[in-house]
């Protein structure tokens, strides 16, 4: 089916273990963000890319590594996790260059860190 | 670097009072979006505005954009229990469509 969607939709893993949340999407967008929401800060944007092999940093990049060999997927790695890292994931995506609007979320990932 | 805040950050309202939410940035943007959460969701787009001092109204919902585009409204006539939710504000400045989002307003309407 079209859209986009993240795995897994929950999570617990331990501190200092590396953990990889997944983000595909058949749209075939050009942007393709992750954000994390915490009670109080609303959504933080972690990493953002414009296409495939072009990526940049966002607000809270710390701690998170990226990837896009491929428009479809976009990847987000924790490699050390940290209580800190507690949250909810949202992978969102948008044609923006064009002509889109919107940016269109996934349903999220739930991660604990223990 | 760009930062968008947005107050308050909970209302409470009886159903069938008005509501408003204001975003401001600390830079000037290309646009504004705005979305809605419902409780467990995900974020879903409402609607953009672009050009300075632009309003647009979705039924009960206005949104306004600033005439110096670095500030934005919605505004929400008569609540109802359907409007429950977290409403953010997203903008987007400069070249490369780094989309920040503000904290969000939580809505909640007591019927």
């Known amino acids: 089916d079209a859209g986009i969607t993240q795995s897994p939709r929950y999570k617990i893993t331990e501190t200092g273990r590396q953990v990889t949340l997944m983000c595909h999407q058949t749209w075939s967008h050009s942007y393709m963000f992750w954000y994390r929401q915490d009670l109080g800060h609303g959504l933080r944007l972690i990493y953002y890319?414009?296409?495939?092999?072009?990526?940049d940093k966002g607000e809270v990049p710390d701690g998170y590594v990226v990837s896009r060999s491929k428009t479809e997927n976009f990847p987000l790695t924790l490699e050390s996790a940290t209580r800190s890292q507690t949250s909810v994931y949202f992978c969102?995506?948008?044609?923006f260059g064009q002509g889109g609007t919107e940016a269109f979320f996934g349903q999220g990932t739930r991660l604990t860190v223990v | 670097g760009q930062q968008v805040m947005q107050i308050p950050q909970y209302q409470h309202v009886q159903e069938g009072e008005d509501f408003t939410t204001y975003c401001n940035s600390s830079t000037t943007l290309s646009n504004i979006q705005w979305y809605k959460q419902r409780p467990g969701g995900h974020p879903v787009f409402l609607i953009q505005l672009v050009k300075s001092g632009e309003v647009k109204k979705q039924k009960r919902l206005t949104f306004q954009f600033g005439e110096a585009k670095k500030n934005s409204s919605l505004h929400i006539t008569a609540t109802q229990t359907t409007d429950v939710g977290t409403y953010f504000c997203a903008g987007i400045s400069g070249g490369y469509n780094k989309l920040i989002f503000g904290a969000g307003t939580r809505l909640a309407v007591h019927p």
């Open positions: 890319s414009a296409a495939a092999d072009i990526t």
């Open positions: 969102a995506s948008s044609d």
